[in-house]
């Protein structure tokens, strides 16, 4: 798809980071100061806000980008990946800092965990925002991430909240949210260690044999801190919708895993997140939309690396049925 035409209703404005993903992959993952053999090396195109947005435009979105990459072949190559996918990379700067990097080790169970360095995304301020105006202000959806500075997400979330479209919040890598930021967000994405921290006071998130009873206990909680639609992601074993905006009886919803064979699922969640993007800009019910996000993660777990893993909606349709 290419990037949305400033007013273009149905869009979705992408705001935050770009990284160089350099992947190692390896039997199982190094304890605290151990050393593991690997048995391959990649380097590919990756970020969150890049994830997101490259997984939405592949599976039909209008996409545009908003962030910040370094003069040099890590910039190139993630501009190259997110504008071959669609993606409107017109608001993508180059920055005098190199591009921001992710270190990632990967196990034969596809299992990961990930360092990153800022680099150009700690240059992503205010002002890029506003630069953005022209596709922003007409914006179905904006979606964002906390791998840039919080003052940028604010910026950001203003600019959709005042634009009337959904801001969708992706609370990775976990950090504090401000009472603004909860106040100007539509739709939380969290995991369930993050629903937790964000809950606060030792709140235990339950699991996904657990009764609709305690998931509508945890509805009220997001409720109370003023987030009204949440999709709590649980890996493997799918995801529950809490939708306070939905009638009393749907308001919890358990959403089956897709059962594949995962090779890496690096950037799974954000595969999700970009789906979801996707079928809220297009209209469907918040519950709807995790279920075609549902298959949409699986399928990017069935190859090795992040972007040229992603589905298109045909495939999610052939999976899934949705």
């Known amino acids: 798809m290419s990037e949305a035409a400033p007013g273009t209703k149905g869009s979705i404005v992408v705001v935050g980071s770009l990284n160089a993903d350099l992947t190692i992959y390896c ?82 169970r596809g299992e990961n965990n990930i360092i990153i360095s800022a680099g150009a995304n700690g240059t992503l301020s205010p002002a890029d925002v506003a630069q953005a105006a022209d596709v922003l202000e007409g914006a179905s959806v904006v979606c964002l991430c906390l791998e840039v500075s919080m003052e940028t997400v604010l910026a950001a979330a203003r ?75 649980l890996g493997s074993h799918g995801s529950v919708v809490l939708d306070s905006l939905a009638p009393a009886a749907s308001q919890v919803v358990y959403v089956q895993p897709t059962k594949v064979d995962a090779v890496d699922t690096t950037g799974a969640g954000d595969a999700f997140t970009g789906a979801v993007a996707v079928r809220l800009a297009a209209g469907d019910a918040l519950a709807d939309a995790a279920a075609f996000a549902s298959v949409a993660a699986a ?20 999976l899934g049925r949705v």
């Open 159 to 233: 600019a959709g909240h005042d634009a009337g479209a959904t801001v969708l919040l992706n609370l990775s890598p976990y950090g504090e949210v401000p009472e603004e930021l909860s106040a100007l967000t539509d739709v939380l994405l969290v995991n369930a260690h993050e629903a937790a921290l964000f809950l606060g006071d030792g709140a235990a998130v339950p699991g996904p044999d657990s009764p609709g009873a305690d998931w509508d206990k945890v509805r009220r909680r997001f409720a109370e801190r003023g987030i009204r639609q949440v999709l709590v992601t």
């Open 27 to 108: 039997e199982r993952l190094p304890l605290p100061g151990e050393t593991v053999h690997g048995n391959g090396f990649a380097v590919n195109p990756g970020g969150k806000s890049a994830n997101q947005a490259v997984a939405a435009s592949r599976l039909g979105g209008r996409v545009s980008l908003v962030g910040a990459v370094g003069e040099d072949p890590n910039g190139d190559m993630l501009l190259s990946s997110a504008a071959r996918a669609g993606v409107g990379v017109g608001h993508v700067r180059t920055s005098s800092e190199p591009t921001g990097v992710a270190v990632i080790a990967v196990d034969a």
């Open 299 to 318: 399928l990017a777990t069935t190859r090795k690396g992040t972007q040229a893993a992603y589905p298109e909606a045909a495939d999610v349709r052939r």
